[in-house]
């Protein structure tokens, strides 16, 4: 694939993690880049996306919470969550803005006591 997420994992409610989507240096750093998430039983869901120029827009479940960013120099996006919550346990992927790659593998994030 295009990207490789990372930085999933187990955390307790109210806790955080930072996720990572590396694209490949051959690809071009300024796309607009977008996360996604896909509960068990549900569809994929857009999280939000930036722009090239580092504008974000956010989903209203994520607003206050998430905050995405990226770094240029290392061809890199970030989604940072904060305050999570059992129902933001899903498989979280990245792609362009609007999607147009194939989809990675993903990385899982489980909150739970």
């Known amino acids: 694939g295009q990207v490789e997420e990372s930085g999933g994992g187990f955390v307790q409610p109210g806790g955080s993690l930072t996720l990572s989507c590396a694209l490949p240096?051959?690809?071009?750093?300024?796309?607009?880049m977008s996360w996604h998430r896909q509960a068990p039983g549900k569809q994929r869901e857009q999280v939000g996306w930036?722009?090239?120029?580092?504008?974000?827009v956010y989903e209203d479940f994520a607003k206050g919470r998430f905050t995405i960013s990226r770094d240029m120099s290392k061809n890199t996006v970030y989604l940072q969550m904060n305050g999570l919550r059992p129902e933001d346990t899903a498989v979280y992927y990245c792609?362009?803005?609007?999607?147009?790659w194939g989809w990675g593998q993903g990385t899982q994030v489980t909150v739970s006591a």
């Open positions: 792609n362009r803005y609007p999607p147009g």
């Open positions: 240096q051959s690809v071009f750093s300024g796309y607009a």
């Open positions: 930036i722009s090239g120029a580092g504008n974000v």
